[in-house]
T-cell receptor, first 114, second 113 residues
Framework: AQTVTQSQPEMSVQEAETVTLSCTYD???????LFWYKQPPSRQMILVIR??????QNATENRFSVNFQKAAKSFSLKISDSQLGDTAMYFC???????????FGQGTILTVHP | NAGVMQNPRHLVRRRGQEARLRCSPM?????VYWYRQLPEEGLKFMVY????????ESGMPKERFSAEFPKEGPSILRIQQVVRGDSAAYFC???????????FGPGTRLTVT
């Protein structure tokens, strides 16, 4: 069984600044994947970044990077140089390696202010 | 390559009616997942299907809900005798393999009046 917890219901940041969204998880799987998804007001789910648990190196995608602490079961998302278009709900999710059923956290609403 | 398509985007049903939600996966994808998002909540897994087979339906309510993914045509999520608590956004995702990246559709927002 997998659980994902996001303890920050809402966050805000000024444009061009950096913000970090927190996520903790629990899983009985030996190997697994972790994801951050963005859901803007359009409600479309957009994959932001993906991390394989067996890889020690933190994943990065342009302005988005993660801090993956496997022992602590922590998977935070850092957004650098925040842009107005980053305003959205962000979901942390985990998935096993047998097949891709995802378990989502409750979400964090991020607002980027001009 | 068109993305995952879902229709209708919005569906209004009266209590007791049936709701049929359709999902056309991306070309070449034979793995489909359905998720439900209640207001102010994250997505919850409902069912995972491969062509003509239900692999995992552990997230599906035991009654009134069913899903299929026929050899030809879209995947269908069917809700019989809808109740107000079924009001939610229903998302479909498809993948080229069991562990491949999931691509989400735009969702169907179901409102039960």
């Amino acid at each position: 069984a997998q659980t994902v917890t996001q303890s920050q219901p809402e966050m805000s940041v000024q444009e061009a600044e950096t913000v970090t969204l927190s996520c903790t998880y629990d899983t009985s799987e030996n190997n697994y994947y972790l994801f951050w998804y963005k859901q803007p007001p359009s409600r479309q789910m957009i994959l932001v970044i993906r991390q394989e648990a067996y890889k020690q190196q933190n994943a990065t995608e342009n302005r988005f990077s993660v801090n993956f602490q496997k022992a602590a079961k922590s998977f935070s998302l850092k957004i650098s140089d925040s842009q107005l278009g980053d305003t959205a709900m962000y979901f942390c999710a985990s998935g096993g390696t047998s097949y891709g059923k995802l378990t989502f956290g409750q979400g964090t609403i991020l607002t980027v202010h001009p | 390559n068109a993305g995952v398509m879902q229709n209708p985007r919005h569906l209004v049903r009266r209590r007791g009616q049936e709701a049929r939600l359709r999902c056309s996966p991306m070309k070449g994808h034979s793995h489909v997942y359905w998720y439900r998002q209640l207001p102010e909540e994250g997505l919850k897994f409902m069912v995972y299907l491969q062509k003509e087979n239900i692999i995992d339906e552990s997230g599906m309510p035991k009654e009134r809900f069913s899903a299929e993914f026929p050899k030809e045509g879209p995947s269908i999520l069917r809700i019989q005798q809808v109740v107000r608590g079924d009001s939610a956004a229903y998302f479909c995702a498809s993948s080229p393999s069991a562990t491949g990246e999931q691509y989400f559709g735009p969702g169907t927002r179901l409102t039960v009046t």
